[in-house]
């Protein structure tokens, strides 16, 4: 588990731009089975491709699309262990990843960034698949 203090330049990347954290898994549980629009939530991380795509790639996909999620959330993986567990059963059948990216209508996943498809690719390319996913469920 990683300090906090550490992550928290991390976590302020997207709390600054309208994120909401989840810290518990009550509170996860609340998020996803009160949600009845559109809900984003990134499963944030400290590797570099948190780093340089995902948290980058998401904050360009809202600042250029008209058609956005609802509500957006975010959770910090080795930080908040059971808020994290708890949005991860959310996603089955897909396996822990992190840095990931969910779209949730109502209670269900209707789209998943993993890792392995954000790792090696710039935040522009993050970003314009974004887009065509809120294009198609927002």
């Known amino acids: 588990m990683y300090p906090e203090e550490l992550v928290l330049p991390m976590t302020r990347e997207l709390t600054n731009e309208g994120f909401e954290e989840i810290k518990t ?14 809900l984003l939530v990134v499963i944030n991380s400290v590797c ?4 340089g795509s995902a948290r ?16 957006l959330y975010t959770v910090f993986a080795g930080v ?7 949005v991860r059963r959310y996603l089955a059948p897909y396996p822990p990843s ?6 949730f209508k109502g209670k269900q996943l209707v789209h998943l960034v993993e890792r392995h498809q954000i790792e090696g690719r710039p ?3 993050l970003a314009q698949h974004l887009r065509q996913v809120y294009e198609h469920y927002c």
């Open 25 to 38: 898994a009550e509170e996860a549980r609340t998020v996803i089975e009160n949600n009845q629009g559109t």
């Open 48 to 51: 570099g491709c948190a780093a």
């Open 56 to 71: 980058p790639g998401v904050l360009l996909s809202l600042k250029q699309s008209t058609k956005k999620p609802e509500a």
């Open 80 to 86: 908040d262990k059971e808020a994290t567990q708890e």
């Open 98 to 103: 992190s840095p990931a990216i969910a779209l």
């Open 123 to 125: 935040a522009e390319v």
